[in-house]
């Protein structure tokens, strides 16, 4: 289980906090959209599950252990339970779609035989398995700057399914695809989150999309919680109030200066 | 309209500048009356005499190691210290600031005092002038490199910690192949200065086709340096070409 408890995070550059006190209790076999207007505080929420962020004051708990009190040994131990895909993808350039995949195991093993690139058949063929999962089986030797950006975010998927992780994280992940592709990339995550059992934790900025993957919605104003329910909650009203739009006629707040 | 009076100023200074510049340096074009000189000094170098080419290209090839190992040693210690160099690599501010300091520190100090200090130390040929070259790279290597880790993209880096992997390894398994075709870049860059540098310190004791070319130069055999020259231009040249043919080949 997993579980943020009063987390207040700040950025020195910024006035205001990312995060204001938030409380939030995430439950195995949830598929959780994060909504909220760009700088809502979606990313730092995510960046803070898995550690990459350190909050001021406050404490994610992930089963039963305060990530603060971790080592950093410890917390690298959290962090391959959790796999994470990101906007850009954040591949590592110039290697192909197979040796991407591979560092997926990299918390697995010592530096030394990650650094040298020696993987036993065993894991070599797990790595196989679960690019054939993502469907990208023809592309396995392909360099990942070649691919196209729905490609790129299945290579994301499929090293963060070789975590074998039990929590997927997913900051922006179809933020710079287009509809069509966005679209299977949420019914790849959904299959996924079924086959593996997967906890998994989105930011999305597709309402739609959201209210037809999800099974529950969690929606961020200035780093506070103003809605967590379920998807056909989430009304229109609920939507204007998130994004201080109103539908069609959204007025640009610059002309009123 | 583009012509501000301010600008006067500007190119009034700039004029006395060049002024200047030319007084201390005894710029003078009119000492090419004696023009005719030159072309007979010239005319001495011709023809070359290829008896000496064997000799020469062994030099060459002296020169050439010269200029590799030094360069190649440089890259091997500056690397590591690139990343202690770069902001977002070093862990530590202390580390930062000292590796920066101690970086600009070697790369200072000219190859040519380096040289005279060495060879004085360690005695005439070619292994103080690798020395020489060795400091001076680790300096200019390990900062030019420092600079493209900092310019790298920090998405695979984040990516590598999220799968669990320990800091410094991510560090390194996210940003080496993004920056490589870049440091192979810089390193044949280098790999042709360092040529030009062993040439200068041949003329200082350090051995290779240097040492060969002003000992040649001193003693008036001007058939032999002509070939020197040549020599030194065709290797310059062919290192260019195989750099450009590795770049390609990695990129």
Not at chain 1, 2 to 10: D, H, Q
Not at chain 1, 193 to 199: C, D
């Amino acid at each position: 289980m997993l579980e943020i408890r009063n987390v207040t995070v700040r950025y020195p550059s910024m006035k205001d906090n990312a995060l204001n006190s938030i409380n939030l209790t995430f439950h195995e076999g949830d598929f959780i959209c994060v909504l909220g207007k760009s700088g809502a505080g979606k990313s730092t929420l995510i960046r803070c599950l898995n550690g990459l962020q350190k909050p001021a004051s406050g404490e994610i708990v992930w089963d039963g252990l305060p990530l603060s009190t971790l080592h950093e040994e410890q917390l690298q131990k959290v962090r391959r339970e959790m796999g994470m895909i990101f906007q850009h993808f954040n591949l590592v350039p110039r290697l192909t779609v197979f040796q991407n995949v591979l560092t997926g195991m990299f918390g697995y093993r010592s530096s030394f035989k990650n650094l040298i690139g020696w993987f036993t058949s065993e894991e070599k063929s797990l790595a196989k398995q679960v690019i054939q999962e993502v469907g990208l089986t023809d592309f396995m030797d392909r360099r990942v700057e070649h691919l196209s950006g729905g490609q790129k975010q299945r290579v994301g998927i499929a090293r963060a399914l070789l975590q074998q992780p039990r929590v997927l994280l997913g900051d922006e992940p179809v933020a710079s695809l287009d509809p069509g592709t966005s679209d299977r990339i949420f019914s790849l995550l959904k299959e996924m989150h079924h086959r593996h059992k997967l906890q998994t934790i989105i930011n999305v900025h597709d309402v739609q999309l959201a209210k037809r993957y999800a099974t529950r919605i969690i929606a961020l104003k200035e780093g506070e919680v103003i809605f967590d329910g379920k998807p056909e909650q989430f009304t229109d009203d609920m939507y204007v109030h998130t994004y201080d739009a109103s539908g069609y006629s959204e007025r640009p707040y610059t002309l009123t200066t | 309209m583009w012509f501000k009076r301010r600008s006067i100023i500007t190119y009034t200074l700039l004029a006395l500048f060049v002024y200047l510049s030319m007084k201390l340096t005894e710029f003078d074009l009119s000492k090419f009356r004696d023009f005719r000189n030159m072309i007979d000094f010239l005319s001495h170098w011709f023809p070359m005499d290829f008896s000496l080419l064997p000799k020469i290209l062994e030099d060459s090839l002296e020169t050439l190691a010269m200029a590799f190992l030094g360069s190649f040693f440089g890259l091997l210690i500056g690397l590591p210290l690139s990343f202690m160099a770069a902001k977002n690599t070093a862990g530590a501010p202390f580390v930062y600031h000292l590796t920066r300091v101690g970086l600009s520190f070697v790369r200072s100090i000219p190859e040519i005092v380096f040289g005279l200090i060495l060879l004085t130390a360690l005695g005439l040929g070619p292994f103080p002038a690798v020395l020489a070259i060795m400091f001076h790279n680790i300096g200019v290597l390990g900062k030019l490199i420092s600079e493209l880790i900092e310019a790298s993209d920090p998405g695979p880096q984040e990516a590598m910690k999220a799968v669990g992997a320990k800091n410094w390894f991510a560090s390194l398994f996210s940003i080496l192949p993004q920056i490589w075709p870049n440091v192979l870049s810089n390193y044949f860059y280098r790999f042709e200065v360092a040529i030009r540098t062993s040439l200068v310190l041949g003329f200082i004791g350090g051995g290779g086709i240097g040492q060969r070319l002003f000992n040649d130069f001193k003693t008036f055999q001007y058939t032999a340096v002509s070939l020197d020259v040549l020599v030194i231009m065709i290797i310059v040249i062919l290192v260019d070409f195989f750099g450009s043919y590795v770049r390609n080949r990695v990129i």
